[in-house]
């Protein structure tokens, strides 16, 4: 930037000072009046583009106990349900009503639930925490999905791997009868007996491309997913003989693979729905090498751009059920993960997935320690410091008012409309990203509104989209705790509501404001 100041003569730099300045007086809110190049054109048709299976939510843990080896971070973010801790589980739960999470991925390990052949323990201190984020699941009409981490038990692990925890962990069930087996009287106990209609998934193992995967004596990665594909038709044959009405979600792979077509994969013809994980992904105007990552539009074009419209071709829903930022720093107690920037990036996916037709999203994680593999969380229910539970769950800045903040907003079962984007445009790359969608309960209308570049923009809302008139909510880096959640009222003339885009933030634009302290939008 300093080098090409320097060789303009001084009429143009003089022109580049006022630039920069009426940048600066919009990030301070000051009217000022957009050259063309400014403003930026929303135009939202009334025309459906497609409606989600589900909906938008967050994984939650309920494992307590560490694993011997890697585990993640995917244990002790969520309290016991103890007398002790009934404040923090009322205040855990209030927290899920307000970002309003529709798609829970349900986190659990083989071990809290059948700890040796045969004995299944319903009641134990994990299978207690499941049975809670039931309760609340059910009562506000989420969609879970009960995802088996690992196994996490001797019994069941490969006799090659018996006795020894790190690998025990990481083993494929050895006994796939057994495997089966346990799924159904698992579903029999939580979904039959109980009366728990909201778990319509079930996923088999975690990222089995990782690591969580693995059986003795494999010669390649190919013999393995093999086994996968073995294991989920074992699996879904014992479900329909018992008369279970879930359905199998996978392959739960992370990386975003770029697979070519799916109807080639031999798991495909064998799941209901169909799940990735991304965690690499950067902004398109990032180096992704030195990043470690990919851009976001560089691995969508090649991944789901591809993938929706083959798994809807085959009746099967396209879940991204596990997404987060590795990029700026991870592990540890490292904040990064949750960072303004690594959030506004996680809102950008979500808004260029949900235009692309996505069934569901799903953020790492709802609750999470936050002091093992990075700081993931929502809300804060840990005390790093100490290493004990808080007496209250409490918002994790940003995510919770970044991405959590726009989660809030998309209804359940959301319709996307047909928009299109003009101008927002640095350099020839779109910074300015959006997804238009209609509540099928009110029929009210939402703009997601993405802008990652460092300069503001005039946004113009043209079309046939509201009912009522527009209100918008930004999230801006410089906003502090607590945050302003007031609505604005947008300038409206001739058609057109108008909106100032602050630099690098999220806008919410809906015609049904939330109260601050309400529920989000179901």
């Given at each position: 930037m300093s080098r090409t100041v320097q060789a303009l003569p001084s009429v143009l730099f003089c022109l580049v000072i006022v630039f920069c300045m009426t940048d600066v007086l919009f990030a301070q809110g000051t009217t000022v009046t957009a050259t063309q190049k400014d403003v930026v054109t929303l135009t939202v048709s009334d025309r459906p583009q497609h409606q989600m299976q589900?909906?938008?939510?967050?994984?939650?843990?309920?494992?307590?106990y560490p694993t011997v080896g890697h585990g993640g971070s995917a244990f002790g973010g969520?309290?016991?349900?103890?007398?002790?801790?009934?404040?923090?589980?009322?205040?855990?739960?209030?927290?899920?009503?307000?970002?309003?999470?529709?798609?829970?991925?349900?986190?659990?390990?083989?071990?809290q639930f059948e700890p040796r052949r045969g004995e299944f323990t319903w009641d134990s201190p994990e299978m207690k925490i499941v049975d809670r984020i039931c309760q609340w699941s059910q009562r506000r009409g989420a969609d879970v999905m009960l995802q088996c981490m690992w196994l996490n038990v001797g019994w069941l692990s490969f006799p090659e791997y018996a006795g020894d925890p790190s690998l025990e962990?990481?083993?494929?069930?050895?006994?796939?009868?057994?495997?089966?087996?346990?799924?159904?009287?698992?579903?029999?106990?939580?979904?039959?007996?109980?009366?728990?209609?909201?778990?319509?998934?079930?996923n088999l193992v975690n990222e089995p491309n990782c690591m969580w995967w693995h059986i003795p004596n494999a010669k390649s990665a190919d013999e393995e997913l093999q086994y996968l594909v073995k294991a989920t038709k074992h699996v879904r044959a014992a479900l329909k003989k018992a008369g279970l009405?879930?359905?199998?979600?996978?392959?739960?792979?992370?990386?975003?693979?770029?697979?070519?077509?799916?109807?080639?994969?031999?798991?495909?013809?064998?799941?209901?729905?169909?799940?990735?994980?991304?965690?690499?992904?950067v902004f398109d105007f990032e180096d992704p090498g030195k990043l470690g990552g990919y851009r976001i539009g560089d691995r969508l074009k090649t991944t789901l751009a591809q993938y929706v419209p083959e798994a809807h071709a085959a009746k099967k829903g396209l879940y991204l059920s596990e997404a987060g930022t590795m990029a700026y720093g991870w592990g540890g107690d490292n904040p990064n993960p949750s960072l303004f920037r690594a959030s506004l990036k996680d809102s950008e996916l979500l808004v260029r997935t949900l235009q692309l037709g996505i069934d569901g999203f799903n953020h790492w994680s709802f609750t999470n320690?936050?002091?093992?593999?990075?700081?993931?969380?929502?809300?804060?229910?840990?005390?790093?410091?100490?290493?004990?539970?808080?007496?209250?769950?409490?918002?994790?800045?940003?995510s919770y008012y970044v991405l959590g903040l726009a989660m809030r907003h998309v209804p359940k079962n959301a319709i996307v409309l047909a928009?299109?984007?003009?101008?927002?445009?640095?350099d020839g790359k779109p910074r300015v990203w959006a997804v238009a969608l209609r509540s099928p309960k009110d029929k009210?209308?939402?703009?997601?509104?993405?802008?990652?570049?460092?300069?503001?923009?005039?946004?113009?809302?043209?079309?046939?989209?509201?009912?009522r008139p527009l209100t918008a909510l930004h999230s801006r880096q410089e906003d502090g705790s607590p945050r302003n959640l007031a609505y604005a009222s947008l300038l409206a003339a001739d058609g057109t509501s108008s909106v100032q885009l602050p630099p690098f933030s999220l806008t919410i634009v809906t015609d049904a404001p939330l109260d601050k302290s309400s529920p989000g939008r179901f």
């Open positions: 589900s909906g938008v939510g967050a994984s939650w843990h309920s494992i307590i969520t309290p016991p349900v103890v007398p002790r801790h009934k404040k923090l589980w009322d205040s855990v739960e209030r927290h899920a009503d307000w970002l309003a999470l529709k798609f829970i991925r349900l986190e659990m390990d083989w071990r962990v990481v083993s494929a069930p050895a006994d796939l009868d057994a495997f089966a087996h346990g799924w159904v009287e698992l579903l029999r106990e939580f979904r039959e007996r109980r009366g728990y209609k909201c778990i319509r998934w079930i009405d879930v359905r199998v979600m996978g392959p739960d792979m992370t990386g975003l693979p770029e697979l070519g077509k799916l109807r080639e994969q031999p798991w495909f013809e064998h799941v209901d729905d169909i799940d990735f994980h991304s965690y690499g992904s320690r936050g002091d093992m593999d990075g700081q993931w969380q929502f809300v804060d229910t840990w005390d790093r410091k100490l290493k004990q539970w808080l007496a209250d769950a409490t918002p994790h800045e940003s928009s299109k984007i003009s101008g927002g445009q640095v009210s209308l939402t703009l997601i509104v993405v802008n990652d570049a460092d300069q503001s923009w005039k946004l113009d809302v043209t079309g046939k989209g509201a009912a």
